[in-house]
C-alpha cells in the first residue's frame, strides 16, 4: 500500500491518497478537505484517478473538497457510513454553517455500516463504525496492510473532540477501546490531523486512554 497526506486548509486536515502501488492509476482519497487545490495538484501531477472518495465523518473540514473531486472525476464514488449521510448536505450539523461559506457536496452514492468491507483500486479496507465525535464517523482498517484511518476518532496521544453536536465523549472511548486498541500493536494509525501513529503507542501513552 502507498500512502501520501496532503494537509489541507486552515484546519490541517489530512487528506489521504492511497493505492495498492507506487505508481500511476487507480487511488482512493481519504477526507479531501477544506481548499483542495494542492490535492488535486497532486492528484493531476502524480496522473492519479480516483475510483472512490471515503469519508471518515461528515465535518466541512472533511468533505469540502468533495465537490472539486466530483467536478473533476464525474464516475468517483464516495462512501459514506449510513448514519452520516444527512451531514453532507446539512450546513449546520456539517458546522459550515458558522463559517463564511456553508458547505453542501451533494448525496453519497455509496452508504456502509459496520463490517463492510469497501474494495476499490486495488484495495481492501474494513468499515469500524466508531462514534463519539460524530454519529456515523468511521475507521478504515487494512489487516493486509496493518493500516488504519481513524479520521477524528484517535489521534496521536489524543482524541477526537465531542462537544459539536452528537459528540459522545464516553462513547468515543468506549469504542476506541473496544475497536481499536484490539487491532495489532503494530498497526500504523493515520489520523485526520496530526502525525501518525501505532496502536501500540497509544495503548501505552494516550492519556485519554487510561
Avoid at 466530483?70 to 458558522?98: C, G, T, W
Avoid at 456553508?102 to 483500486?121: H, K, S, T, Y
Avoid at 463519539?132 to 473532540?161: A, K, Q, W
Wanted: hydrophobic content about 40%; aromatic content about 6%.
Amino acid at each position: 500500500m502507498k500512502i501520501d497526506c496532503i494537509m489541507l486548509g486552515c484546519f490541517q486536515t489530512n487528506a489521504y491518497v492511497v493505492r495498492h502501488r507506487d505508481q500511476a492509476g487507480p487511488c482512493v482519497v481519504i477526507d479531501p478537505g477544506l481548499e483542495s487545490e494542492a490535492l488535486m495538484d497532486f492528484l493531476r501531477s502524480g496522473s492519479l484517478k480516483p475510483d472512490a472518495v471515503i469519508l471518515t465523518h461528515g465535518h466541512m473540514d472533511h468533505i469540502a473538497g468533495v465537490v472539486e473531486v466530483v467536478k473533476a472525476f464525474p464516475e468517483v464514488k464516495l462512501y459514506v457510513h449510513r448514519i452520516e449521510a444527512p451531514m453532507l448536505s446539512d450546513p449546520v450539523a456539517n458546522l459550515s454553517a458558522f463559517m463564511a461559506a456553508p458547505c453542501e457536496v451533494g448525496q453519497p452514492n455509496a452508504l456502509v455500516d459496520d463490517g463492510q468491507i469497501i474494495e476499490e483500486a486495488g484495495l481492501r479496507l474494513r468499515v469500524i463504525h466508531t462514534p463519539g465525535h460524530t454519529p456515523g464517523g468511521m475507521s478504515l482498517y487494512s489487516e493486509m496492510d496493518d493500516v488504519l484511518f481513524t479520521g477524528d476518532t484517535l489521534f496521536n496521544e489524543s482524541i477526537g473532540r465531542t462537544d459539536f453536536p452528537g459528540g459522545d465523549h464516553a462513547e468515543l472511548v468506549a469504542g476506541i477501546r473496544q475497536n481499536l486498541l484490539v487491532l495489532p500493536e503494530q498497526t500504523q494509525v493515520y489520523p485526520g490531523h496530526g502525525p501518525a501513529t501505532t496502536i501500540g503507542w497509544e495503548r501505552c501513552h494516550n492519556p485519554f486512554l487510561k
